[in-house]
Structures are given as structure tokens and as C-alpha cells.
């Protein structure tokens, strides 16, 4: 039995941390920290709760700043918990600032990394992702690549010694929890004056946070247009990042057809994807999750995060304008069932396996 150490974040982290943990904890001691980078209670407790994560063993309340200073401020904290756990292996999970902070201080401190959602890469440094994508696969001692094309982007990095494709945990996680998610009756969901009828009118889903789009107030208000001329109700749960420039833009336009939402948990938003007519994100799992659900999603960025998901018209790129979101809406998708880049829902057993066999080796 080893001490493995998790840090997570942030709430994609918490949804594949629940997946893996459930599985790794009947092999080894596992050590959770929370860096605290999401902290408001719909951006952490709720999943903590609804996924049955275990209490965090530390919280170090760490969170908002500029890059330099979350991500030093983490470092810092992070080498203290390090020193006193002494764990054989520190796991972490995509691209956050919390993930590069840990990648750093345990590299320093000469404990062995696996990162897990390795190997993609978004052509973007301009990106605070991919800056944190890039440096985590750097100092990792394993890899865990999700899909075929971020295995051949660690193989151009001369990563491929220690890289191994496992598939993807958001995968799992969405098997796994689909059935709860399907307990929860969708008119339940908006529990706001403004209730569309969404099982009978039919909705659209929106997410939209990401630094490249909320920066700039103009590629908000086209892409909240594009929105408000659609055929069916938009629920868009809005994140803290850009609440105020949302509230903002709904008073100078009054947008009628858009229900605006408190960001949402696991559970409620995958059942919302599962039934929506399309999804419209610029978050790499929602991308995935639509693509999962086979709802046809157009990903406002003007990179591709997830190049096995640009098939058959199942997630197309739009740039920040209403005419090339809505033209890209109006094509129809073509769905082969048999085919899963993602996996089979197994990646944490496969994950589990391989920690296994290094950890009795010697990593
Ligand atoms: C972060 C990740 C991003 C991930 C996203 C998931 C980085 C660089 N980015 O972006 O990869 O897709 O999480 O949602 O790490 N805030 C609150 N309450 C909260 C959380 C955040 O008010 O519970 C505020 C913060 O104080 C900050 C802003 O929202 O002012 C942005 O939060 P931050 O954690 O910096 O980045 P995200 O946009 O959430």
C-alpha cells in the first residue's frame, strides 16, 4: 500500500478525482488536498457531496489573484504538506493553476508525478492551460493520455517513455453517474422565477468562461445574441469569473430567450446535456460530455482541444460571432455509435493497474 497525494482545484478535477479515487483507495492510502481554487459552495462542496468525495485532508484556501500569485502562493503551502505527508507519488489531474503548482514543488522535492489527462495540446501558449498542460507532462514521471492524439503529442515531445493511453475518467464518470443524474427531473433543475417549460419546449445548453471569451465584452454580447435568437430556451449556468459582465450585458439588452443560472453540479448539468437539442461551450468537458451524450455541440474557441471529437459535424468550431455560431448550429451532425475514442469507461481500472505495477517496481 502506498501514499499517493492527490491535489485538486477545481471542479473538473473534483469530477475525475471522485472517478479515480473510488477506485485507488481499495489499493492505497490516499492523501487529498484542495488547493482551494474554487471555493464558492456550487463550485465545491456540491461536488463533493453529490460525487461522495471524500473530506479533503487538507484545504488550503488558496484562490482568485493574478496567475503568478495563486500559483505561488500554492507552491509555497503545498511544500509544507509535501514535507509532512512524505507521499510515494503525488497524482494530479489537467491543467489548472493547482495542478502546475503541485507539478512544480513535488518535482523540487524529488517525488515521482503522474499526471492524469496528458498530451493534449491547444497550439496556444496565449493560453493559461496549455502553459500549465506543457510544464505538468515536463516533470511527470507518468503520463495518462486519454485519447490517441495526445499519445502522438507526447511522442513529439520525446515523451512517450512512461505515456500510456488509458482512455478518458470524465468518461467513466459520466457512465457511472448517469443513472443518479437521471433521478433528478429536468423542470427541476431552474429553480428561478424565469421557468421554462424545458422538457416540452426543448433547450440549448451554454457554458461560457474561459479567459479568451469573457475578456472582451464584445465576443460576450455576440455570442449571448447568437443565443437569443434561437428556436428554444438557452440555460446558461454562469460562472463567478464573468457573473458581472453577464449582469452587465442582461441589463443594457434584456435578453429574453436566455435563463441564466448559479453555476451548477455534476449531477444536474450532465442531465441537462444529456437532453439538450445542442450545446454551445468553450469548455473542453462539456465538449467531451456533449460528444458522450451524442448532442451536437459548436465549441466557441478558435483552437481544437479535442481533435477526435471533429467528426461528423458533432462539435465544429465557431468563432466569437453570432452569424458563424448560428450557421454552425443549422448543420447536422452524423453519429457512428461504434465509435469511442474516449475508451470504454475503464480508464481508472487501467490507471489503478499501472500505478500498481510502478509503485511494486520502484518508481
Ligand atoms: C479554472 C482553470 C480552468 C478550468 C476552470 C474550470 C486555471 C488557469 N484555469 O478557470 O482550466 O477549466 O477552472 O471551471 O486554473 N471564483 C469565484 N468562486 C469560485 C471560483 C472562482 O468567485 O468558487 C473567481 C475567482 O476568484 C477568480 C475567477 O472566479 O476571480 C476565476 O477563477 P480561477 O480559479 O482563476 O479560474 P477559472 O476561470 O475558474
Not at 443518479?180 to 422538457?199: R, T
Not at 451548477?264 to 458522450?292: H, N, P
Amino acid at each position: 500500500m502506498a501514499r499517493i497525494l492527490t491535489v485538486v482545484g477545481a471542479r473538473p478535477q473534483f469530477i475525475k478525482a471522485a472517478a479515480l479515487s473510488r477506485k485507488m483507495r481499495l489499493y492505497h492510502n490516499e492523501i487529498l488536498v484542495h488547493t482551494g481554487q474554487h471555493y464558492d459552495s456550487n463550485m465545491s462542496d456540491v461536488f463533493f457531496q453529490e460525487l461522495d468525495i471524500p473530506k479533503a485532508d487538507y484545504n488550503l484556501g488558496i484562490s482568485g489573484g493574478s496567475h503568478a500569485q495563486m500559483t505561488g502562493r500554492m507552491l509555497m503551502a503545498l511544500e509544507h504538506v509535501f514535507d509532512t505527508e512524505k507521499p510515494d507519488l503525488l497524482l494530479l489531474f489537467g491543467d489548472t493553476n493547482s495542478t502546475l503548482a503541485a507539478a512544480l514543488c513535488a518535482v523540487k522535492l524529488h517525488i515521482p508525478v503522474a499526471h492524469v489527462e496528458s498530451g493534449n495540446r491547444f497550439r496556444s501558449l496565449q493560453s493559461p492551460e496549455e502553459v500549465n498542460r506543457i510544464l505538468t507532462d515536463h516533470v511527470s514521471k507518468l503520463r495518462f493520455a486519454c485519447v490517441e492524439s495526445a499519445m502522438r503529442e507526447l511522442e513529439k515531445e520525446n515523451l512517450s517513455g512512461g505515456s500510456y493511453l488509458v482512455g478518458d475518467p470524465m468518461y467513466d464518470a459520466f457512465l457511472y453517474y448517469q443513472a443518479k443524474a437521471h433521478m433528478i427531473p429536468l423542470d427541476s433543475l431552474i429553480n428561478l422565477a424565469q421557468k421554462p417549460n424545458l422538457s416540452a419546449q426543448g433547450y440549448y445548453y451554454l457554458t461560457c468562461h474561459r479567459q479568451e471569451n469573457t475578456d472582451d465584452l464584445c465576443k460576450l454580447s455576440e455570442i449571448l445574441f447568437a443565443m437569443e435568437s434561437l428556436d428554444a430556451p438557452v440555460v446558461y449556468p454562469v460562472h463567478p469569473r464573468n457573473k458581472s459582465d453577464v449582469l452587465e450585458l442582461q441589463k443594457r439588452h434584456n435578453f429574453k430567450n436566455i435563463v441564466f443560472t448559479p453555476p451548477l453540479g455534476y449531477l444536474a448539468s450532465i442531465r441537462l446535456v444529456t437532453d439538450a437539442k445542442k450545446v454551445v461551450t468553450d469548455s473542453g468537458g462539456l465538449q467531451r460530455e456533449a460528444f458522450f451524450a451524442g448532442v451536437q455541440c459548436v465549441t466557441v474557441l478558435d483552437f481544437i482541444a479535442w481533435p477526435e471529437t471533429m467528426v461528423g459535424n458533432r462539435n465544429q468550431l465557431a468563432r466569437p460571432l453570432k452569424a458563424d455560431i448560428l450557421r454552425k448550429l443549422s448543420h447536422k451532425q452524423e453519429v457512428d455509435p461504434d465509435y469511442l475514442p474516449f475508451g470504454t469507461g475503464h480508464a481508472c481500472d487501467q490507471i489503478v493497474s499501472i500505478l500498481n505495477e510502478q509503485l511494486t517496481k520502484g518508481i
